[in-house]
């Protein structure tokens, strides 16, 4: 049975691929997605943000402990010396999975700064990355922005990105584009080996004790992967040389195999790893290849894109508002008198 | 001789090195002086640094001090080379374990940062006091005098409990030596081997506890043996001095460097000797030099091993000349017929004569000097040799106070300069404790001392406060070794350095400057108008002494070069730029090197901002001209207001100037009884913003005054019309609510002295301008803008009236509010997450309140001179406060309930026996009063007033008893107060027993999760998976579960509170608390500067800490057991963030995935778990069925 795929240009010996998330951070859970038969793996996202942060505190907290207390003189917390903050602890564990795993690694960035998305391209590329996924967390809170605006932002970074790096990028979106298609075929203009849809960002809640807002992420569902499969049935076949990834709510095998009917190269897996820990991988991969059998399908190739909108009597029916159809249940078949 | 190893350290890291070195097993605990040398053994240990033997010390935190030495003996008698570190309250702990250690004959090194003893009042400063109390214990006793001294006597002391098999307490002064930071000569490892007897360590292992040949030790035994048993020890110690010797002898020989038991310098033929040990040896050698080099016949005695006590070395070191000798103990023995060396001293020279050892018995002084780190200098050191060539010296003397009452002290004159301090250069700067100045000064003094050939000393001055702390730095270079043990006087610095430009009008920094020196300033005001900024007196100064000023805008350069709020790399600069110790160009370099040093691995964006700020500063550093003529108008403000009571101005005041060493005496309390409510007369001005009230926007909820740390944003309501009187800007708005009378209006205020600029008040505001979002009903606005118009309308704001508590609901969180706070203006620091807790329970309760205080950060806060925060209502009632110790805090907290309650017994039998003559009405109304309510309360107090009245014309026997416990008859309110170091550690054992008994009262655990006041300990608080000190490589085991344990006894009611994440059942929880008549005990989250997060964030982190499940709320009260219900409440949500999104907020978490990522991996994975489980065990706990207990059926007859 042939699962092989190929992603960003990238041959892959089957379409699972777990997507950004902290199993990536340990070598030993990366080698155990590896073994379950991941075929690549996408680390957790490098924050420029998160990195500048984190070494200004770590710089005000440790390096800058003075008090003026006489009982406290030197600081509260041991002053450990060498240590690595910025992006070097990050390199170097894209370097340890490079070194411990055969399967592809792409990194992961979200940057904040034009110099620092090339920047850290950069030293992503340099540290072995095979490929690298651009996680574009942007949400439009400015009412003065227009959706054109931040299109062009998207496309801006990818371009300078590609100028400044050979290996393959793939682009991270979320949904809230007006045009999502046309907003992923600008991307594969500009020059994206890849989209992966859709992202998944943290909300913020209400705390009704402390009146204060605080961050929530739930995992996904299955019912969630429902909204990638539309998107990769619509752009299935339509742009050339893009790969197509879909990412949220794989949980069962079920969930991968309608996302590769629908035309997906590769399926990521999140919160169903988070769930049910690395091996997960393993149970979906088993569930693909037992309802291919069933189905009496040799290879991947031959499946995917089947449900696709190029492919489907009514493609239509992707396009459609749901409701519609929920409406259009409610009339009578057409052999029953009333 | 081994190669020199030039190195800068302090005294604390000096011992620990040899003691990690030469030890396998490590017991510490926290205590200050003593902490840093536990805390690098940790550090050291967690980095797999090895001792001698190439092992890993096992280093292990006990509960205690007892627990320390315990866990000692035992790895001692199974064999072990192990090793402790402690100074005052902590070796007194030891004291029992000692004299088992010493009378089984067992080598071991126990180093001590020598600290005063908790009587009249704490000290953490250095004294003898603590190791005195020692002395009979059975241990030798070695004292070093330098950081030096420490490291070889570190290795002396170890060497010699091997040979001698005594053991040995090896100490130094706390503070003035512990944490001297100076140039010393690094004992190589293998000095360190080579004095390290191999055999001698095997001896020790096979005397140990082993089942392949099984001893028994701890034998109780009768009259018969006992005393023979002691006397067996005496071979021992008569052979510990030439051991001693013998060792310092071969330290000679592999360093150079020849140390004796009592060493004499000075005139071979001196008549007149001083005698003395630790640090004050500096001091004293410098004058006595100075006066033999000018002929005078004078010598000194310095003391090394004071146990044993050996009169053949110390008459082998007195001059045969010597007619007068001062022995000079650092200690009191209040009752002694002189102090401990003194006598010993007399002793031995008495025996001397008698025995004809010695012809003439010279005349013998005790004299007292230094406590608690009191200045001693050559001056002073003088004054006694002057004393001695008098007639009729004075005996039992003190030196360096002013005694008025028993006219003890001797005069000295403080303009005497021994020779020594000729080729020194000496600097002074003034800093605040959070600007960096202290680091960038032990930086420079490495600079200067490993890049030179010069030697370099730097000792720090610290504040009572934590907020806004001021530090002053002493650095002393030259070409010699320094051991000018003493601060930096008068007209004696070439360099003195402002950091701060406020500090222009607090303190007078330029008496300190010598002619043609140099004053450094930072300030924001032009070169060319920074002359009209300074006070005229300080002007003079300058005029008359000739200085260079040079001005320096820190605060702009860092602003810049992105340093944010960071000056002292450009303060620094500054310092080697003007001060020509090293040529400008290499210092610039050295400075960027160690920058380069500190930030290589943190960052290229950090070092290049750093570099910047270097290259910024010369650039923005100017030379002004002063003027012939002082032409400013102003002089330094006083310390305190006009008004302000005569012990305040008197006393307080001086202390607050930094003038409390002037002090005589007889103005002092002599059994420790200091007024309250002081913090208010130090206006200490220190906020760069302050709130400012919108009344358009606010609902008046209260939350303001609930979570300001220093009781510096108030509310009061009051009748409209008084009003009329206010200021102009004074701001008001009509009450809300039909709670309050119609006609009355409300203010919510700001104190712009007192508050420190923290910001929580406008955090926690809930009410946004719908226009205008950033607009809250408080706005954190500039100073400069608020603070002229705030005095006035503070001051107007404390002269109106307090509504009558007994008309307001605590329960809401508004009215609560509008209770006094009578715990104000306290030095905690910034953002404080403890002192919210202790000012919420002042106002509840503080006018009937008596508080135990454990010992640590609210013991510093809540009672370190000058100005103390607990204060009165216009009764002239308020909370009564006493620290006992750090580990009885819940005892001694119990015997004032246990005295609070035997007197109100009392009163009432007494009322009973006299109700006829009272009128039995009023007694039956006092016998029968219902105080659970501040109306109750009230009318009691009233009946208590009119028995009062009554009294005075009743003559009947009982009325004077009556009169003595009367006040007893009003409700109580005991309290006992302390943090999580105590509560789960030190003290648990007390806080279990109180809780067993079944009494009415409230203990407060102000947890931070760490010993805060010591500098960020472990404790059993602390977090799996929390970076701390004493757990460098994260915390192993989950944090303990006080509260469950506590519920365990059904009868005490446990609260878990976090006031930043739901206020309202902070305060129902000390209502309840407070209302229950048994033991409570309420467990405070409160955030920590510790913690490595600003405390800005104070409230968001306590929001996080439930959020996450980490810190879930919850109420147990047994009241509700007798009516059948479930006593715990839960009121928190489950866990709705990730614990991994709670750790990522602060740096005690975080730098572990730094320091050891896959570790920092584990625990999380575990902590999420527990804090899920954690939560599902309360709520299943929460919603079991309870059935009100029923009567035992009787059986049938």
Known sequence: ?338 | MSQNQMVTLDGNEAAAYVAHLTNEVIAIYPITPASPMGEWSDEWSSLGQKNLWGTVPDVIEMQSEAGAVAALHGALQAGSLSTTFTASQGLLLMIPTMYKVAGELTPTVLHVSARSLAAQGLSIFGDHSDVMSVRATGYAMLCSASVQEIMDFALISQAATLESRVPFLHFFDGFRSSHEVVKIDRLPVETIRAMIDEDLVTAHRRRAMNPDHPIIRGTSQNPDVYFQGRETVNPFYAAVPDIVQAQMDKLAGLTGRQYKLFEYVGAPDAERVIMLMGSAIGAAEEAVEHLANQGEKVGMIKVRLFRPFDPKYLLAALPVTTQKLAVLDRCKEPGANGDPMYQDVVTALAEAVAEGNMAQMPRVLAGRYGLSSKEFTPAMVKAVLDELSKDQPKNKFTVGIIDDVSHSSLDWDPSFKPDAAAGVTECMFYGLGSDGTVSANKNSIKIIAEETPNFGQGYFEYDSKKAGAVTISHLRFGPKPINSTYLIGDNEASFVACHQPTFLTRYDMLAKAKAGGTFLLNSPTPPDKVWDDLPKAMQQQLIDKGLSFYVVDAYRIAEQTGMGRRINTIMQTCFFAISGILPKDEAIAQIKYAVKKTYGMKGQKLLERNYAAIDATLAGLHQVDVPAQATSTFERPPVVPANAPDFVQRVTATLIAGRGNELPVSLMPPDGTWPTGTTRFEKRNIALELPQWEEDLCTQCGKCPLVCPHAAIRAKVYPAELVNDAPASFQHMPIKGKDFPSDYHVTYQVAPDDCTGCGLCVEVCPIRDRKDPQRKALNMKPAEERHDIEVPNWDFFLSLPEYDRTKLDGTKIKHAMMMQPLFEFSGACVGCGETPYVKLASQLFGDRMLIGNATGCSSIYGGNLPTTPYTTDSHGRGPTWNNSLFEDTAEFGLGLRLAVDKQNDQAREYVRQLADKIGTDLADAILNADQTTEAGIFEQRERVAALKEKLASINAPEVPSLLGVYEHLVRRSVWIVGGDGWAYDIGYGGVDHVLSTGRDVNLLVLDTEVYSNTGGQKSKATPLGAVAKFAAGGKATFKKDLAMMAMAYENVYVAQVAFGAKDIQTVRAFLEAESYPGPSLIICYSPCIAHGVDMSNNLRQQDMAVNSGHWPLFRYDPRKLEVGENPLSIDSKRPSIPYRDYLASETRFSVLNRTHPDVAEGFLKLAQKHVESKYSLYEQLAHIAWQKAEKPVEKAE
């Open chain 1, 1 to 338: 049975m042939d699962l092989s795929t190929k992603f960003l240009g990238l041959d892959l010996k089957n379409p699972l691929v777990p997507s950004s998330s902290p199993l990536s951070k340990s070598v030993d859970q990366s080698k155990k997605l590896e073994d379950a038969g991941a075929a690549a793996i996408i680390m957790y996202s490098l924050f420029e943000e998160a990195i500048t942060a984190e070494t200004e505190s770590m710089n005000r907290f440790l390096n800058q402990q003075d008090t003026g207390f006489a009982e406290a003189d030197d600081g509260f917390l041991p002053a450990w010396q060498d240590f690595s903050t910025g992006t070097e602890p990050y390199l170097e564990n894209l370097r340890k999975l490079k070194e411990a795993l055969d399967i592809p690694i792409i990194a992961s960035l979200n940057g904040v700064t034009p110099s620092g998305w090339v920047e850290h391209g950069k030293e992503l590329e340099q540290a072995g990355a095979d490929a690298l996924e651009l996680n574009v967390y942007y949400v439009a809170a400015d009412i003065n922005q227009s959706g054109d605006a931040v299109e062009d932002r998207y496309v801006e970074i990818l371009r300078t990105l590609k100028g400044a790096i050979s290996i393959p990028i793939n682009m991270k979106l979320s949904p809230s584009f007006s045009s999502v298609g046309n907003m992923v075929q600008r991307l594969a203009g500009a020059g994206a080996d890849g989209v992966s849809l859709f992202n998944r960002f943290y909300q913020p809640d209400i705390n009704t004790d402390s009146l204060r807002l605080q961050p929530s992420l739930h995992p996904s569902t299955s019912a969630e992967a429902l909204l990638a499969m539309r998107w990769i049935a619509i752009l299935y076949g339509r742009i050339d040389n893009l790969s197509l990834g879909a990412t949220g709510g794989v949980h069962t095998p079920d969930d991968a195999v309608k996302l590769l009917l629908a035309g997906a190269d590769v399926v990521h897996l999140c919160s169903s790893l988070l769930r049910h820990g690395a091996g997960h991988v393993g149970v979906v991969l088993k569930g693909i290849e037992q309802w291919m059998e069933s189905q009496s399908f040799e290879s991947v190739a031959d499946f995917r894109g089947r449900v696709s909108a190029l492919a489907v009597p009514n493609p239509a029916e992707f396009e459609r508002a749901n409701y519609v159809n929920i409406i259009d249940s409610y009339s009578f078949a057409p052999g029953v008198m009333v």
